[in-house]
């Protein structure tokens, strides 16, 4: 794991965390494209996203973390990412699983991933969930209303069909893009509404 002593105070960061739900590709992709963009990343996976990527994927939890520019271990609750005086422009927590949810939810934290999302929100900052399940019942829907009255974003990895994606690589790009949007960060690989849709649909000028 590596550490960090001081960094300047404009430097733009975002924590990303990996949680245990299906659907790990989002953070790996969402770390890809961070270092595109030339933004600091900070993560943390939890035990359980550990377990997932051995499943879902080939790629190591060692390969995934270096990826980011800084990464912790998800015991280390002291970490600069465990502290509001760490400035960062918030955090994505993708996927994130519904125990990871009820634990930021409560604000009973039991690890650093979640004590780091619990910071942003103290520190009104943008936190987006990218909650992975369904169906989901009254409790799942009442605690995702409850965050989202704290100021967090839930934003399940909804695909879009509207770009005519080819891949599961073209639909993946597109939930990060629009994540990144929650940020102010344009992304060049989405394709946006706006761009002409594919097939002949979208939005049409006026012809006078």
């Excluded at 404009?10 to 992709?29: F, P, Q, T």
């Excluded at 502290?83 to 955090?91: I, K, L, N, Q, W």
């Excluded at 761009?195 to 006026?206: E, L």
Aim: glycine share 8%; proline share 5%; hydrophobic share 45%.
């Amino acid at each position: 794991m590596r550490k960090i002593t001081a960094l300047p105070a404009s430097k733009d960061r975002l924590i990303v965390g990996i949680s245990g739900a299906s659907g790990v590709v989002y953070g790996i992709r969402l770390l890809e494209a961070l270092k595109e963009l030339g933004i600091e990343s900070h993560l943390v996976v939890s035990k359980a996203a550990q377990l997932t990527m051995a499943y879902e994927t080939s790629v190591k939890p060692k390969a995934v973390e270096a990826k980011a520019d800084f990464a912790y271990a998800a015991g280390d609750i002291g970490a600069s990412i465990a502290s509001g005086s760490f400035r960062t422009r918030g955090m994505v927590v993708a996927p994130c699983s519904v125990r990871t949810m009820s634990e930021i939810a409560t604000g009973v934290t039991t690890t650093l991933l979640s004590r780091a999302a619990d910071v942003v929100l103290k520190e009104r900052r943008t936190l987006v969930l990218m909650v992975r399940e369904t169906p989901l019942h009254l409790g799942h829907l009442r605690t995702m209303t409850a965050l989202s009255e704290m100021g967090a974003i839930i934003m399940p990895p909804v695909p879009a069909f509207y770009a005519a994606p080819n891949t599961l690589e073209d639909l993946v790009d597109h939930t990060i893009g629009r994540t990144l949007d929650c940020f102010g960060y344009n992304w060049p690989k989405i394709r946006r509404w706006s761009d002409g849709a594919p097939r002949g649909a979208g939005p049409k000028k006026n012809v006078k």
